[in-house]
């Protein structure tokens, strides 16, 4: 499915919308891991910092959460998956995600650039 010009809703909207009603539908389970986002970018024909934000928008909805290293997960109804009991900063949180989204971005296209220059070496 790709999103559509033709829709009055941004982009990244028709990202998080199509998600959430995978997830609303048990298409994507609680604990399943999200595609990457250059998989969704893919899937849904955009750039990938568009897909991260529709991810972002699920995040912010409390739908998913990301974990560092691991991805991001469709969260289990009444789960809670902070760290700590310490109170976090909403704003500052949305930016480490963001953050976080970016640098799974770069790394997926290091890894292909990567690819790319091995296969041109051989």
């Known amino acids: 499915m790709t999103v559509s010009s033709d829709d009055d809703r941004a982009p990244y909207v028709q990202v998080a919308d199509t998600l959430r009603d995978e997830i609303s539908s048990g298409a994507l389970q609680p604990g399943q891991k999200l595609p990457s986002a250059r998989q969704l970018a893919d899937r849904f024909g955009v750039a990938v910092m568009t897909a991260s934000s529709g991810v972002r928008v699920l995040r912010e909805e409390g739908l998913v959460y990301s974990?560092?290293?691991?991805?991001?997960?469709?969260?289990?109804?009444?789960?809670?998956?902070?760290?700590?009991?310490?109170?976090?900063?909403?704003?500052?949180?949305?930016?480490?995600?963001?953050?976080?989204?970016?640098?799974?971005?770069?790394?997926?296209?290091?890894?292909?650039?990567?690819?790319?220059?091995?296969?041109?070496?051989?």
């Open 67 to 122: 974990t560092q290293g691991r991805g991001t997960f469709v969260r289990r109804p009444g789960e809670d998956v902070a760290t700590a009991s310490i109170p976090v900063n909403r704003g500052l949180a949305g930016r480490v995600e963001e953050l976080e989204s970016q640098v799974e971005s770069l790394t997926e296209r290091l890894d292909a650039l990567e690819t790319l220059l091995g296969s041109r070496e051989g």
